[in-house]
Protein backbone atom coordinates (compact mmCIF):
# COMPACT_ATOMS: atom_id res chain seq x y z
CA UNK A 1 0.00 0.00 0.00
CA UNK A 2 1.52 3.81 -0.81
CA UNK A 3 2.22 5.87 1.97
CA UNK A 4 -1.00 8.49 0.42
CA UNK A 5 -3.29 6.20 0.17
CA UNK A 6 -2.61 4.73 4.34
CA UNK A 7 -2.85 8.07 5.04
CA UNK A 8 -6.32 8.13 3.32
CA UNK A 9 -7.72 4.85 4.54
CA UNK A 10 -6.48 5.26 8.08
CA UNK A 11 -8.13 9.17 8.36
CA UNK A 12 -4.77 10.08 9.12
CA UNK A 13 -3.53 13.98 9.27
CA UNK A 14 -1.27 14.54 5.86
CA UNK A 15 1.67 17.24 7.63
CA UNK A 16 3.78 16.34 4.45
CA UNK A 17 3.52 13.94 1.54
CA UNK A 18 6.54 14.38 -0.58
CA UNK A 19 6.47 11.03 -2.22
CA UNK A 20 2.58 9.26 -2.58
CA UNK A 21 3.94 6.89 -3.76
CA UNK A 22 6.40 5.41 -1.51
CA UNK A 23 5.16 1.38 -0.54
CA UNK A 24 4.48 0.65 3.56
CA UNK A 25 5.68 -2.84 3.68
CA UNK A 26 5.78 -2.79 7.61
CA UNK A 27 6.14 -0.66 11.19
CA UNK A 28 8.55 0.18 13.57
CA UNK A 29 7.24 1.62 16.72
CA UNK A 30 9.77 3.73 18.92
CA UNK A 31 11.36 7.07 20.14
CA UNK A 32 15.27 6.15 20.35
CA UNK A 33 16.64 7.66 17.35
CA UNK A 34 19.34 4.69 17.36
CA UNK A 35 16.87 1.76 18.07
CA UNK A 36 14.89 3.14 14.57
CA UNK A 37 18.24 3.36 12.41
CA UNK A 38 19.39 0.10 13.61
CA UNK A 39 16.18 -1.62 13.41
CA UNK A 40 13.43 -0.22 11.64
CA UNK A 41 13.39 -1.79 7.78
CA UNK A 42 13.46 0.05 4.59
CA UNK A 43 9.37 0.61 3.88
CA UNK A 44 8.26 0.50 7.43
CA UNK A 45 6.01 3.38 8.78
CA UNK A 46 7.69 4.82 11.66
CA UNK A 47 5.39 5.22 14.27
CA UNK A 48 6.70 7.53 17.29
CA UNK A 49 5.68 10.36 19.74
CA UNK A 50 9.43 12.16 19.47
CA UNK A 51 8.65 14.55 17.41
CA UNK A 52 11.87 16.93 16.85
CA UNK A 53 14.04 17.70 13.67
CA UNK A 54 16.31 15.07 14.17
CA UNK A 55 13.81 12.12 13.15
CA UNK A 56 13.71 13.93 9.23
CA UNK A 57 17.41 12.74 8.80
CA UNK A 58 16.83 9.39 10.54
CA UNK A 59 13.58 8.63 8.53
CA UNK A 60 15.18 9.70 5.61
CA UNK A 61 18.61 7.89 5.81
CA UNK A 62 16.89 4.85 7.22
CA UNK A 63 14.67 4.86 4.06
CA UNK A 64 11.37 4.53 6.13
CA UNK A 65 8.01 5.16 4.12
CA UNK A 66 6.47 7.47 6.33
CA UNK A 67 6.55 8.82 10.02
CA UNK A 68 3.41 8.90 11.71
CA UNK A 69 3.34 11.04 15.04
CA UNK A 70 0.51 9.30 17.10
CA UNK A 71 -0.79 10.22 20.54
CA UNK A 72 -1.52 13.84 19.08
CA UNK A 73 1.50 15.05 18.74
CA UNK A 74 2.41 17.56 16.56
CA UNK A 75 5.24 19.20 14.63
CA UNK A 76 6.25 22.56 14.22
CA UNK A 77 6.73 24.54 10.77
CA UNK A 78 10.48 23.78 10.78
CA UNK A 79 10.38 20.18 10.73
CA UNK A 80 7.73 20.19 8.13
CA UNK A 81 9.79 22.31 5.72
CA UNK A 82 12.86 20.48 6.21
CA UNK A 83 10.59 16.89 5.91
CA UNK A 84 9.35 18.59 2.49
CA UNK A 85 12.72 19.26 0.87
CA UNK A 86 14.46 15.83 2.27
CA UNK A 87 11.45 13.53 0.89
CA UNK A 88 10.23 12.52 4.16
CA UNK A 89 6.07 11.60 4.39
CA UNK A 90 5.14 13.15 7.95
CA UNK A 91 1.84 12.32 9.16
CA UNK A 92 -0.04 12.79 12.57
CA UNK A 93 -2.67 10.63 14.29
CA UNK A 94 -4.54 11.21 17.51
CA UNK A 95 -4.71 7.40 18.43
CA UNK A 96 -2.06 5.55 20.22
CA UNK A 97 0.77 3.61 18.36
CA UNK A 98 -0.52 0.17 19.12
CA UNK A 99 -3.71 0.99 17.52
CA UNK A 100 -2.25 2.72 14.48
CA UNK A 101 -0.14 -0.55 13.88
CA UNK A 102 -2.62 -2.68 14.19
CA UNK A 103 -4.91 -0.55 11.28
CA UNK A 104 -1.77 -0.73 9.15
CA UNK A 105 -1.15 -4.49 9.80
CA UNK A 106 -5.34 -4.98 8.78
CA UNK A 107 -3.99 -2.89 5.44
CA UNK A 108 -0.42 -4.09 4.13
CA UNK B 1 36.96 3.94 -11.61
CA UNK B 2 40.18 5.09 -10.98
CA UNK B 3 40.32 7.80 -8.97
CA UNK B 4 38.67 7.35 -6.11
CA UNK B 5 35.88 9.81 -5.68
CA UNK B 6 36.44 11.81 -1.89
CA UNK B 7 33.69 13.79 -0.33
CA UNK B 8 34.99 15.64 2.84
CA UNK B 9 32.63 17.54 5.36
CA UNK B 10 33.34 19.38 8.32
CA UNK B 11 30.92 18.54 10.98
CA UNK B 12 29.76 20.76 13.49
CA UNK B 13 29.63 20.59 17.38
CA UNK B 14 26.62 20.80 19.21
CA UNK B 15 24.54 21.80 16.45
CA UNK B 16 20.96 19.42 16.23
CA UNK B 17 18.77 21.35 14.44
CA UNK B 18 21.49 20.45 11.19
CA UNK B 19 23.04 17.12 12.45
CA UNK B 20 22.95 14.27 9.89
CA UNK B 21 23.20 16.62 7.28
CA UNK B 22 26.65 15.55 5.98
CA UNK B 23 25.04 11.86 6.21
CA UNK B 24 22.25 13.26 3.69
CA UNK B 25 24.33 14.89 0.83
CA UNK B 26 26.44 11.69 1.07
CA UNK B 27 23.53 9.35 0.22
CA UNK B 28 22.24 11.87 -2.24
CA UNK B 29 26.05 11.71 -3.78
CA UNK B 30 25.86 7.81 -3.59
CA UNK B 31 21.89 8.00 -4.80
CA UNK B 32 23.38 10.13 -7.82
CA UNK B 33 26.38 7.71 -8.37
CA UNK B 34 23.92 4.93 -9.15
CA UNK B 35 24.71 2.60 -6.20
CA UNK B 36 22.27 0.39 -5.09
CA UNK B 37 19.90 1.46 -1.98
CA UNK B 38 20.92 -1.30 0.38
CA UNK B 39 24.60 0.00 0.58
CA UNK B 40 23.79 3.14 0.54
CA UNK B 41 21.38 2.82 3.01
CA UNK B 42 24.36 1.04 5.17
CA UNK B 43 26.54 3.69 4.53
CA UNK B 44 24.08 6.30 5.84
CA UNK B 45 22.96 4.72 8.86
CA UNK B 46 27.15 4.09 9.81
CA UNK B 47 28.02 7.25 9.01
CA UNK B 48 24.60 9.27 10.58
CA UNK B 49 25.99 7.53 13.56
CA UNK B 50 29.44 8.37 13.97
CA UNK B 51 28.39 12.22 12.34
CA UNK B 52 26.18 12.37 15.86
CA UNK B 53 28.48 10.71 18.28
CA UNK B 54 31.01 13.55 16.35
CA UNK B 55 28.12 16.14 17.13
CA UNK B 56 27.14 14.99 20.81
CA UNK B 57 30.47 13.50 22.72
CA UNK B 58 33.00 15.34 20.79
CA UNK B 59 32.24 19.28 19.70
CA UNK B 60 32.39 18.07 15.87
CA UNK B 61 35.07 16.32 13.65
CA UNK B 62 35.38 16.00 9.90
CA UNK B 63 33.93 12.99 7.66
CA UNK B 64 35.66 11.78 4.75
CA UNK B 65 33.82 9.20 2.36
CA UNK B 66 35.90 7.57 0.02
CA UNK B 67 34.51 5.23 -2.78
CA UNK B 68 37.09 3.23 -3.78
CA UNK B 69 36.44 0.26 -6.30
CA UNK B 70 35.24 -2.17 -4.10
CA UNK B 71 34.27 -0.51 -0.87
CA UNK B 72 33.28 2.50 0.71
CA UNK B 73 35.59 3.69 2.66
CA UNK B 74 33.86 6.44 6.06
CA UNK B 75 36.74 8.03 8.32
CA UNK B 76 34.87 9.90 11.02
CA UNK B 77 38.10 11.98 12.65
CA UNK B 78 37.70 14.35 15.65
CA UNK B 79 39.30 16.42 18.56
CA UNK B 80 37.10 15.39 21.13
CA UNK B 81 37.89 13.80 24.52
CA UNK B 82 38.50 10.49 23.48
CA UNK B 83 36.95 7.03 24.77
CA UNK B 84 38.40 5.61 27.60
CA UNK B 85 37.43 1.86 27.20
CA UNK B 86 36.19 1.65 23.55
CA UNK B 87 35.31 -2.03 24.05
CA UNK B 88 32.74 -1.51 26.58
CA UNK B 89 31.75 2.00 24.90
CA UNK B 90 30.58 -0.29 21.89
CA UNK B 91 28.53 -2.69 23.87
CA UNK B 92 25.00 -2.29 23.57
CA UNK B 93 23.38 0.31 25.85
CA UNK B 94 26.35 1.76 27.46
CA UNK B 95 25.97 5.78 27.03
CA UNK B 96 27.57 8.60 28.13
CA UNK B 97 25.18 10.91 26.47
CA UNK B 98 23.91 13.71 28.86
CA UNK B 99 20.22 14.73 29.85
CA UNK B 100 19.56 17.26 27.26
CA UNK B 101 20.45 15.30 24.33
CA UNK B 102 18.19 12.26 25.89
CA UNK B 103 15.27 14.59 25.33
CA UNK B 104 15.66 14.59 21.66
CA UNK B 105 16.03 10.65 21.61
CA UNK B 106 19.90 10.16 21.69
CA UNK B 107 21.46 8.04 24.40
CA UNK B 108 20.49 4.71 23.87
CA UNK B 109 24.10 3.52 23.68
CA UNK B 110 23.07 1.59 20.54
CA UNK B 111 24.87 4.35 17.96
CA UNK B 112 28.79 2.18 17.74
CA UNK B 113 27.25 -1.24 17.41
CA UNK B 114 24.42 0.01 14.34
CA UNK B 115 28.21 1.05 13.18
CA UNK B 116 29.61 -2.14 13.55
CA UNK B 117 26.64 -3.76 12.17
CA UNK B 118 26.30 -2.16 9.18
CA UNK B 119 30.24 -1.97 8.02
CA UNK B 120 32.05 -4.70 6.84
CA UNK B 121 35.14 -2.91 8.77
CA UNK B 122 35.51 -1.03 11.67
CA UNK B 123 38.52 0.15 13.25
CA UNK B 124 38.54 2.71 16.85
CA UNK B 125 41.46 4.27 17.13
CA UNK B 126 40.90 6.95 20.05
CA UNK B 127 43.20 8.12 23.01
CA UNK B 128 41.81 10.28 25.81
CA UNK B 129 42.77 13.58 25.68
CA UNK B 130 43.28 13.67 21.84
CA UNK B 131 40.51 12.37 20.22
CA UNK B 132 38.89 9.38 18.09
CA UNK B 133 39.23 8.34 14.34
CA UNK B 134 36.79 5.86 13.21
CA UNK B 135 37.33 4.01 10.13
CA UNK B 136 34.46 1.79 8.58
CA UNK B 137 34.86 -0.11 5.13
CA UNK B 138 31.22 -0.86 3.26
CA UNK B 139 32.17 -3.47 0.42
CA UNK B 140 29.82 -3.63 -2.87
N1 LIG C 1 33.49 10.48 18.89
C1 LIG C 1 33.41 10.19 20.19
N2 LIG C 1 34.15 10.87 21.10
C2 LIG C 1 34.08 10.57 22.42
N3 LIG C 1 33.28 9.63 22.94
C3 LIG C 1 32.51 8.93 22.09
C4 LIG C 1 32.53 9.17 20.68
N4 LIG C 1 31.66 8.30 20.09
C5 LIG C 1 31.15 7.57 21.09
N5 LIG C 1 31.64 7.94 22.30
C6 LIG C 1 31.35 7.32 23.62
O1 LIG C 1 30.81 6.02 23.41
C7 LIG C 1 29.50 5.93 23.99
C8 LIG C 1 28.64 5.00 23.16
O2 LIG C 1 28.39 5.58 21.87
P1 LIG C 1 27.07 5.17 21.08
O3 LIG C 1 27.00 5.92 19.81
O4 LIG C 1 27.01 3.68 20.98
O5 LIG C 1 25.88 5.62 22.06
P2 LIG C 1 25.35 7.09 22.35
O6 LIG C 1 25.88 8.05 21.36
O7 LIG C 1 25.61 7.40 23.78
O8 LIG C 1 23.77 6.89 22.13
P3 LIG C 1 23.03 6.65 20.73
O9 LIG C 1 24.07 6.53 19.67
O10 LIG C 1 22.26 5.39 20.90
O11 LIG C 1 22.15 7.83 20.54
C9 LIG C 1 29.02 7.35 24.07
O12 LIG C 1 28.00 7.55 25.01
C10 LIG C 1 30.31 8.09 24.42
O13 LIG C 1 30.63 7.93 25.77
MG1 LIG D 1 25.72 7.61 19.32
Request: charged letters at 20%.
Amino acid sequence: MTANSLAEKLKLEVVCCPCPEKEVSGVYIGDLLSWVMGRAKEGDAWLTIMSNINIVAVASLADTAAVILTEGVTVDEKITETAAAKGVNIFTSNKPSYETAVEISELI
Amino acid sequence: MSEPLVFTFKVDGGDFTSAGQASVQVKKNLNQIGFPPEVIRRVSIAMYEGEINMVIHADGGVATIKVDENCIEIVLADKGPGIADVEKAMQEGFSTAPDEVRGLGFGAGMGLPNMKRYTDEMTVDSTVGVGTTITMKVNY
